[in-house]
């Protein structure tokens, strides 16, 4: 490990300007982006700022920040005391990792990479399929959409995805709740009843 701690400070030492090199993320850590958390900071700006409030876009930032680790917080709680979290430890993973790119105010569309690495394997299809849905959403262009329409489009859709994937399971439509592998793998119990 030291020669690694060597090798990496020799390699960015030519670069060390001081505390003035952390000064680019100062200085874009106030910015939004077009996720879910940005365009809510965005919306917040402009209202505020209708008030004439000085600071207005510093304030919204800390408003979206500090709902952003609210949510994130009761999202841990809420699986930390489920049931299900030792029995399906990857499921929670993947729950927090969806929350985490609902409430990140600093939205990049890789960011869904792990979260649709995390849900492939899940036996919940509903998660799978809302994530499978985001990921597409936030790939198509919206030139010209303002904020809140693109927000609307690229969060709604999968939103209700799920919400009706969650109603088909409910109901029994054909939902399978084995992963998408080891459907592949199972045998076809209506030929084994036929034979047997």
Do not use: K, N
């Not at 849905?133 to 010209?144: D, K, M, N, R, W």
Request: hydrophobic content about 50%; some cysteine; charged content about 15%.
């Amino acid at each position: 490990m030291g020669i690694g701690v060597v090798m990496a400070t020799s390699t960015y030492l030519p670069y060390w300007r001081g505390a003035s090199t952390f000064g680019g993320l100062l200085r874009i850590g106030g910015s939004t982006s077009t996720g879910l958390a940005g365009t809510v900071q965005s919306g917040l700006t402009v209202l505020l700022g209708s008030f004439g409030l000085a600071g207005s876009e510093h304030a919204a930032s800390m408003v979206v920040r500090l709902l952003a680790l609210t949510v994130l917080a009761t999202a841990v709680c809420l699986l930390a005391r489920s049931r299900r979290i030792g029995a399906e430890p990857w499921r929670a993973a993947a729950v927090l990792f969806c929350v985490f790119l609902l409430v990140t105010p600093w939205f990049l569309p890789w960011y869904v990479v792990g979260a649709v690495a995390l849900v492939i394997p899940l036996g919940d299809d509903a998660i799978r399929r809302a994530v499978l849905t985001f990921s597409g959403a936030t790939l198509i262009p919206a030139p010209g959409l303002g904020g809140a329409i693109r927000s609307a489009l690229r969060y709604g859709i999968p939103a209700l995805v799920f919400g009706r994937s969650r109603r088909r399971a409910r109901r029994g439509d054909g939902l399978s709740a084995a992963p998408p592998l080891a459907r592949l793998g199972a045998p076809d119990d209506r030929r084994h009843g036929e034979q047997g």
